[in-house]
């Protein structure tokens, strides 16, 4: 495979992580700053979001320069050829996710709903491997767990952390 494919993925992955980047910067900017309610200027809700982006801005700018100069990814990337079982589990992980933010998400309260999509993307995920070892009640049992304390711990950090009121 030509050295110029993963230039080109890096171009093009370059340009969308910094259109991105830039974008969440400008909304960031544009979220309420609660100036007349004399709000702490570090519990702004744009904050995170905004360092977030500057971070995704300048490693997307990176990206670019770096594939500019001619110097991308020195082993070919297999991005047009995917392995018998990537494209389901593109489309399980497409699925799950459009399912958690559009269906779930504001209209479950907020820990059930991510205990619902944390169990089903790991149950899902697992048994879409062909090399899975786990039996299927071991592996439910599992990522009932996990999903369950990431639920809490997800909501613990949000609310308490970062002080963002979740629905539900």
Do not use: H
Not at 98 to 104: D, K, P
């Amino acid at each position: 495979m030509s050295r110029a494919r993963p230039v080109f993925t890096d171009v093009i992955g370059g340009l969308v992580v910094t259109i991105g980047g830039i974008a969440g910067l400008v909304e960031s900017w544009r979220m309420p700053r609660f100036e007349v309610r004399k709000a702490d200027p570090f519990t702004v809700p744009g904050l995170t979001p905004g360092l977030l982006c500057l971070v995704l801005t300048v490693l997307g700018i990176a990206l670019l320069i770096r594939a500019m100069a001619g110097r991308g990814g020195a082993v070919a990337l297999p991005i047009l050829t995917w392995q018998p079982g990537s494209a389901a589990r593109m489309i399980f992980t497409l699925v799950t996710v459009v399912i958690y933010g559009f269906v779930l998400f504001g209209n479950v309260p907020f820990v059930i709903a991510t205990t619902i999509f944390v169990f089903a993307f790991t149950v899902g995920a697992e048994l879409l491997n062909p090399e899975r070892k786990l039996s299927l009640p071991a592996l439910s049992a599992g990522a009932l767990v996990l999903a369950i304390c990431s639920s809490l711990v997800v909501r613990a950090v949000f609310v308490e952390i970062f002080l963002v009121k979740l629905p539900g």
